[in-house]
């Protein structure tokens, strides 16, 4: 058997070895490029981006061990120890491996600015707002009751809606943030202690939450199911229990999800967002007495 077709037959083998190997997770995680699958209207933007930076990648790898290869086996040394002619440069190749690269990050970066536009669109009337905010070390989840005012604006202090319903994680149980399919979602998101980051990874779009202002973000859930979200910034020493859950569900269940909340008690005129009613979480080293202190 000629060398070149043995080392095609063995390479088949190793590849099908490893993928035999693989479960039908493994193996959709591999179709999705390590990716979740896509559960907003504004994942597939990101995960498109992602999956062509794959493809650019391995095509220069491919380029540059296909050459690295292509002059280890041209340019060896012979049997009759002959040292190959030495180049101390070559123009064109020079010019062409100082443009190609330069052209490439030309190509990325126009690509993220596009996506990064998207993500990050605010719309002037998203079809509800929450507020969130983010604290050491869970999460509190605002729905708005009743109508909503899109002429309001988080950053100018006004809350677009005049009453709300909340839940606030602790300790021992992960809070739920439950939203309705096929609506633009409008998060508000706060901090009253350190910088956290709010992200759901089925979203494939995620915000820092800055203590000393209100970045916004927009969201429109595609998928109904049940989604895990984090923080994404090292905020502290319990930074790893700052989890919560996404539920998106029908427009009749989120209706019915506020109706049990206000019929739990948990209403508020203003939404809270901290400061003055920031409450410090117990069980996580802290005093219990301090539980719903203020600051």
Request: net charge negative; aromatic share 10%; charged share 20%.
């Amino acid at each position: 058997m000629p060398a070149r077709r043995a080392v095609k037959v063995a390479l088949l083998g190793v590849t099908m070895l490893v993928l035999a190997g693989c479960s039908e997770a493994d193996t959709h995680q591999i179709k999705n490029l390590a990716m979740p699958d896509r559960a907003s209207a504004q994942g597939p933007y990101t995960y498109e981006l992602w999956k062509w930076a794959w493809v650019a990648a391995m095509i220069t790898g491919l380029i540059v061990w296909g050459l690295i290869f292509y002059v280890v086996v041209k340019f060896r040394r012979r049997n009759d120890d002959e040292v190959p002619r030495q180049t101390r440069y070559n123009l064109p190749l020079e010019v062409f491996y100082t443009i190609a690269p330069v052209l490439m990050c030309v190509v990325f970066f126009f690509h993220t600015v596009r996506v990064q536009d998207v993500m990050t669109e605010i719309e002037p009337e998203p079809d509800l707002t929450i507020e969130v905010t983010g604290q050491q070390w869970s999460w509190t989840f605002n729905h708005g009751i009743g109508e909503q005012n899109t002429d309001a604006t988080a950053r100018d202090g006004d809350y677009a809606y005049d009453e709300y319903v909340y839940t606030v994680g602790d300790a021992s149980e992960i809070p739920t943030l439950v939203l309705p399919v096929d609506q633009r979602i409008q998060f508000n998101l706060r901090s009253p202690d350190v910088i956290h980051n709010f992200g759901v990874p089925s979203f494939l779009t995620r915000m820092d939450v800055i203590p000393g202002r209100v970045n916004q973000l927009q969201v429109t859930p595609t998928v109904i199911g049940t989604y895990a979200g984090k923080c994404y910034e090292l905020c502290g020493v319990y930074h790893s229990r700052m989890l919560f859950q996404v539920e998106v569900v029908s427009q009749a269940d989120y209706e019915a999800y506020l109706a049990e909340l206000a019929e739990a008690g948990q209403t508020s005129e203003q939404p809270i967002t901290g400061g003055a009613n920031v409450e410090t979480q117990a069980g996580l080293g802290e005093d219990d007495n301090q539980e719903g202190s203020q600051e």
